[in-house]
């Protein structure tokens, strides 16, 4: 029990530790590639209608003029005591915008998660359950589907059907679940399922994968003799085996969900982080695209490590630090 | 068999591609008589939401540089003067017009006595002369450039402010009916100084409440506005929607009532809509193809020569202007819905006078390549925004420039990136455009003057700097339309700015919404507006 805890604490520290040089080399990476853009970002402030005063006094007061390493330092310093800048663009702190943006693309990726996982999980069983029967072709054909329309065009037809035709959702906008749950999911729901639909397409197809995979193993073969119930072999034993492979998906694609709000956000004008990442990147917002990404960053990394912790607990073969 | 020629053939795609509606002949679909209000009666009360094409920068009025801060402006701080809807100045915050004397060189005019800001703070003679000079002296002022003849501010009396100028500058009334006109409130500049925007204040019918980056601005009735009996709404709420499609699908899901800058494709296509209707007004402004003929080191160096034929010889330059023909781009890109354009000085105001563009033709065009003794065809890279409109625009301008002899290729360019080139005068031809002011000056003086701050080809002619002085020089209205009228004639002559079409202001909005108005900027006025009485 001692070793067990020992080489938890082991296995934890070390992967934190990795997150935060995984942390730092994007906090560079980032900084880098934000000023390699093309365009300058006094400039894109200015616009048009713009004098070399006021160019100059715009890389003055965000500090453009320093050399790359004196920004850097400046940046991560501040940064390190929850200062992440001001908005270029809006005169407004960094982390005050992040912080109304980040909760809309939690819940957000929240709720298209659990529509992928619920959706994805329960067609994909059915398909592997129902083997050559219509009920694998519709699950099959629907994945298809969930994986070729792109996210715009799907949410203009969503928007459509379910806040004009039909008025059940709201077309747009955001309220808060603190405020009003009712309202928070009327104008949720199609979001989620415009950004939930690729995942679930693809957690369907992995969960048929692995469950086909699963149902010819010699341990649900077992299972059958013994005499167990289907519904026990299925959940218990084969399921539960699977999920293993479905969470590694559901982890990678974890990333993709984030930025997919991206577009989601765009065609439902939720005011999340692909909003305000859209609008930092136009107008070279450097303070604003650094915490966007770093914010967004530590949510991957954070998301990772989680999925590893989740393997030790899903599947009890798999021992900390690869160890058997 | 006879070829078919390439304009006709991209006309013909285009048709097919980009729209879904019939397209009429030109000006027959021009959507071009104005609808600048609708006066049904209003109940009090109610939160009206606006759609913005893009977010707002900084609410400050000294260091914002974007159009759709004013728009937003318009409902909380105002200006010393206004246009009206004949495109008239009026007072607004000043409570006459000013006194030019001394042969342009001095202002003089009193402010209203019944204004305070949303902070409390009176509106005086001393307040204006805060704003003025903090736009003229703040750091990174984007207002410094705009009111830069301004030599000194001085309150004269309790409500009376003069203006002292460095030299004659009539056009200066248009700029402080812009954004160079609002006034903030001393209090709050006091508080807060150059994070003002954080906490804005100003004199007007609604007041700052909160603002969520990237989603909405909201505002609530100010009690104090000194018209505040006109003020029917409780709140107005800004919010970005960037897609035209979408904002549309938002007036139609009743989430927003008013759209703001719709495009040509959502106005056709929702035009004669049951519970949608439609206000528009022309532009001030003006879009077309600035080639460049002189920025060599950049835009704020002196004019060089463009080793390009485009850069030596003005017969090229004329000849790729009469090989576009204006209506057909209408047409073909906006769907009729725009009108052709030839001039800096849009129609309808009082300094403008009759312009009739030059058609199309294609053999003239031809004949000048030759008379210049250019190897054909004439190769011109020509950048363009990375907007489906832009794109449009290229494909047709490249497929029309082609029939004459030029080799039009395309250069898609995201925003920040193409003006840095074009600053640093790294472009052939550009396509683009300005939002207008309504004294023609300007739209003129700093686009294509030798020393103007935004002449992006460093167009440079003796003729046309002369003329930019004696519009800035007389206030009267006959010789200053004369004067306009000859300056555009040199810089068409000069064919370095291509004046295609200007775009007309389409706002449209749900039936249930009266009182909006549009004035001659294009901006929208919700002072007045409100619901329908016996509406929701």
């Known amino acids: 029990m001692m070793k067990l805890r020992r080489l938890l604490t082991s296995y934890v520290s070390r992967r934190i530790g990795m997150s935060l040089v995984t942390m730092v080399l994007v906090s560079i990476t980032v900084f880098l590639g934000v000023r390699a853009m093309p365009g300058d970002t006094a400039q894109a402030l200015a616009g048009e209608q713009t004098s070399p005063a006021v160019l100059a006094a715009i890389r ?64 994909g069983v059915l398909a592997a359950v129902r083997r050559g029967k219509p009920e ?92 167990l119930a289907p519904r026990t072999v299925i959940g218990r034993h084969a399921l539960r085996n699977s999920l293993v492979t479905v969470v590694t998906v559901l982890g990678l694609q974890l990333g993709l969900l984030i930025s997919g709000a991206v577009v989601t956000e765009q065609v439902f004008v939720l005011p999340g982080f692909g909003k305000l990442t859209i609008d930092a990147v136009f107008t070279r917002d450097y303070a604003m695209v650094q915490g966007v990404v770093l914010f967004t960053s530590a949510a991957y990394i954070l998301i990772n490590l989680l999925v590893d912790f989740l393997y030790s607990v899903v599947d009890p073969r798999i021992r900390l630090g690869g160890s058997q | 068999m006879r070829r078919i020629p390439a304009t006709l053939a991209v006309a013909a795609l285009l048709a097919a591609t980009t729209a879904c509606s019939t397209l009429s002949p030109p000006g027959e679909a021009t959507a071009a008589k104005a609808r600048l209000t609708d006066l049904r009666p209003v109940r009090d009360g109610g939160t009206v939401t606006i759609g913005l094409k893009s977010d707002p920068d900084m609410l400050d009025p000294s260091l914002t540089s974007t159009l759709v801060a004013r728009t937003v402006f318009t409902s909380m701080c105002e200006q010393l003067y206004d246009v009206d809807q004949h495109n008239h100045f009026v007072p607004q915050l000043a409570a006459s017009l000013p006194k030019i004397t001394n042969g ?76 160079a006109g609002l006034i903030m409130s001393p209090k709050a500049l006091r508080q807060y100084g150059s994070k003002f925007a954080t906490h804005p204040s100003c004199v007007g019918p609604f007041k700052y409440v909160k603002r969520v980056v990237g989603d909405r601005i909201e505002l609530a009735k100010d009690p104090l506005y000194y018209d505040a009996d006109k003020v029917h709404l409780d709140r107005v709420i800004y919010k970005t929607i960037t897609d035209g499609n979408i904002r549309m699908a938002n007036i139609r899901s009743g989430d927003v009532q008013i759209g703001d800058q719709m495009g040509p494709v959502e106005v056709r296509n929702s035009m004669g809509e049951k519970g949608i209707q439609l206000l528009n007004t022309p532009s001030l402004g003006y879009m077309g193809v600035t080639l460049n003929v002189g920025n060599v080191h950049g835009i704020d160096q002196k004019p060089g020569t463009v080793d390009t034929p485009f850069g030596r010889d003005v017969r090229v330059r004329q000849a790729f202007e009469l090989s576009l023909d204006r209506e057909l781009i209408n047409k073909l890109v906006f769907q009729g819905m725009y009108e052709p354009a030839c001039g800096p000085v849009p129609p309808g105001i009082p300094l403008s006078s009759p312009v009739s563009c030059p058609g199309r033709d294609v053999a003239k065009a031809k004949k000048l390549l030759e008379q210049a003794g250019v190897k054909t065809p004439v190769p011109l890279e020509l950048m363009i925004n990375t907007t489906p409109e832009d794109s449009r625009l290229g494909q047709v301008i490249q497929a029309m420039a082609a029939d004459a002899g030029f080799d039009v290729r395309l250069r898609p360019t995201e925003f920040a990136t193409g003006l840095t080139r074009t600053l640093a005068g790294d472009f052939q031809a550009r396509t683009g455009g300005w939002g207008g002011q309504p004294d023609p000056a300007g739209n003129i003086d700093s686009l294509v003057g030798t020393a103007g701050s935004n002449n992006q080809g460093k167009l440079s002619d003796p003729e046309i700097d002369r003329l930019i002085v004696a519009g800035r020089s007389t206030s009267d209205v006959a010789k200053r339309r004369a004067v306009y009228r000859d300056l555009t004639a040199a810089i068409n002559k000069q064919h370095a700015v291509i004046y295609l079409y200007r775009p007309i202001n389409y706002v449209s909005a749900s039936d249930d919404v009266s009182g909006i108005k549009l004035s001659g900027d294009g901006l929208i006025r919700v002072k007045e507006a409100g619901y329908v009485k016996g509406s929701r």
């Not at chain 1, 940046?75 to 390190?80: I, L, P, R, T």
């Open chain 1, 60 to 123: 003055s007061e965000y500090g453009l003029n320093d050399n790359i390493a004196v920004q850097y330092w400046r940046y991560v310093s501040n940064a390190a005591t929850g200062d992440f800048g001001t908005s270029a663009r809006t005169g407004l702190p960094v982390l005050d915008s992040i912080t109304q943006a980040l909760p809309i693309t939690l819940e957000l990726a929240a709720l298209a998660l659990l529509m992928a996982i619920v959706v994805g999980v329960g067609a």
């Open chain 2, 104 to 179: 342009g060189r001095t202002f003089t005019f009193t402010v209203r006595k019944d204004a305070r800001f949303s902070d409390g703070a009176r509106l005086d003679a001393a307040a204006v002369k805060t704003s003025l000079d903090r736009h003229l002296h703040l750091r990174g002022s984007g207002r410094a450039s705009e009111i830069d003849s301004v030599d000194k501010v001085a309150a004269i009396g309790p409500y009376t402010v003069q203006l002292s100028l460095k030299h004659p500058d009539v056009p200066l009334l248009g700029r402080l009916a812009n954004t």
């Open chain 1, 136 to 227: 694998e072709w519709i699950a099959n054909g629907i994945a298809l589907l969930g994986m070729s329309v792109p996210a715009f065009w799907l949410g203009i037809v969503l928007v459509l059907a379910f806040a004009i035709a039909m008025p059940v959702f709201a077309a747009s906008g955001f309220v808060p679940f603190g405020t009003d749950p009712v309202e928070n999911l009327r104008r949720m729901v199609l979001p989620a399922i415009v950004l939930g639909s690729g995942l679930a397409a693809v957690v369907m197809r992995q969960t048929r994968a692995a469950m086909i995979d699963a149902m010819q193993s010699d341990y649900v073969r077992t299972a059958r003799a013994k005499g």
